[in-house]
């Protein structure tokens, strides 16, 4: 409800100061942009929005809501302390579920530009340890996402950061982070280099040169609860499948010119997932019988892969060493 110009009535009290808001398509309240000071009381805490223009921060609206008036957004005026199922966390940006509980928590939420670098942000941010019960890591984070249970989610790393993870394959070093069942067990990690993984069919590298580091939530590298792989992606490897039709089909990474330059070529890797309870493997979405077909792999060479020594901190143009 507007009461006037400046002020909005929203089922978390009074918001004062508003510079602008933004409504769903029916008219329900979006988001609110304030210029003055304001506390939202959340399962988090006490929570004082956004309300002073920063050059470092990104555009975006102080509090958001979703159709039914229920918080979902609140980017905070400066780092503050917020509970979180796993104790207080430090956070610029804070998002819930549209029932209440804590759904992410960013720790920072600046904005990269000319005038301000991913350096910059990374010398405002802080080292932290967790212990996931099958693994303990320390690093810097990017965010943290959270079951409505409270149970942990996904943990995503910032850029640049590495995290040693047990997994029930052995150890696998990780860029972007981890990903959790809601019964704490490991669900997907993203492997920082190739690492050689023993699979139904065969020994296969899993790397996906295509991640994107957005966030841990899905990553190419995923495990049953119980600990078995239930899917990668490969770059590194052919596969030949002899069906049970006597058909000889061979599955090998995507070669694609590289998105940035015309005269590169780039590797896209083949997604493998698993189904254990039906005993079938899924490779490049074709569908086989694990015991009436048979599968042998072989090493794929990249054909012209080249780059220049600028390009070498930030793609996956080159064959990275396979780590075991």
């Not at 508003?18 to 304001?38: A, M």
């Not at 029930?168 to 920082?192: I, N, R």
């Not at 899924?282 to 048979?294: A, P, Q, R, S």
């Given at each position: 409800?507007?009461?006037d ?7 978390y ?17 979006l ?10 009381v959340?399962q ?17 609206p102080?509090?958001e ?7 979902i ?25 549209s ?30 340890t967790?212990d ?14 959270f ?14 950061e ?43 590298t899993a ?25 990668l ?15 000889m ?16 070529l780039?590797?896209s ?6 189904l254990?309870?039906t ?11 694990l015991?009436?077909?048979?599968f ?5 060479a ?6 220049s020594?600028?390009d070498?901190?930030n ?10």
């Amino acid at each position: 409800m507007v009461l006037d110009r400046r002020t909005i009535q929203t089922p978390y009290g009074i918001l004062g100061g508003v510079d602008s808001f933004t409504c769903h398509p029916k008219g329900e309240l979006l988001g609110v942009k304030l210029s003055e000071k304001n506390m939202i009381v959340t399962q988090a805490g006490e929570m004082i929005p956004a309300y002073t223009e920063h050059s470092r921060r990104k555009k975006k609206p102080s509090v958001e809501f979703d159709k039914q008036g229920m918080v979902i957004s609140v980017a905070l005026e400066k780092q503050q302390e917020v509970h979180t199922p796993i104790g207080e966390l430090p956070a610029e940006l804070i998002k819930f579920y549209s029932t209440g509980e804590l759904h992410r928590v960013f720790i920072l939420d600046g904005q990269l530009s000319g005038f301000w670098t991913e350096e910059d942000e990374k010398n405002l941010n802080i080292s932290l340890t967790f212990d996931l019960g099958f693994t303990e890591f320390q690093g810097m984070i990017n965010g943290i996402c959270f079951y409505k249970s409270g149970d942990i989610k996904s943990i995503t790393l910032f850029p640049g950061e590495m995290a040693k993870i047990l997994t029930p394959m052995g150890m696998v070093e990780t860029k972007v982070g981890v990903s959790l069942y809601e019964s704490g067990s490991l669900k997907s990690v993203e492997p920082a280099d190739p690492v050689l993984l023993p699979t139904p069919i065969g020994r296969l590298t899993a790397y996906d040169p295509d991640q994107n580091g957005i966030n841990a939530d899905s990553n190419s590298l995923s495990f049953t609860e119980s600990g078995e792989i239930k899917s990668l992606i490969t770059c590194d490897h052919s596969i030949y499948v002899q069906t049970d039709e006597e058909e000889m089909k061979k599955y090998s990474p995507h070669v694609k010119v590289h998105p940035l330059y015309d005269d590169l070529l780039a590797v896209s890797g083949i997604q493998i997932e698993f189904l254990m309870e039906t005993g079938e493997v899924i490779i490049d979405h074709d569908k086989y019988d694990l015991e009436l077909c048979g599968f042998t792999i072989e090493p794929f060479a990249r054909p012209g892969l080249h780059c220049s020594p600028s390009d070498c901190a930030n793609c996956s143009l080159c064959n990275k060493s396979m780590t075991e």
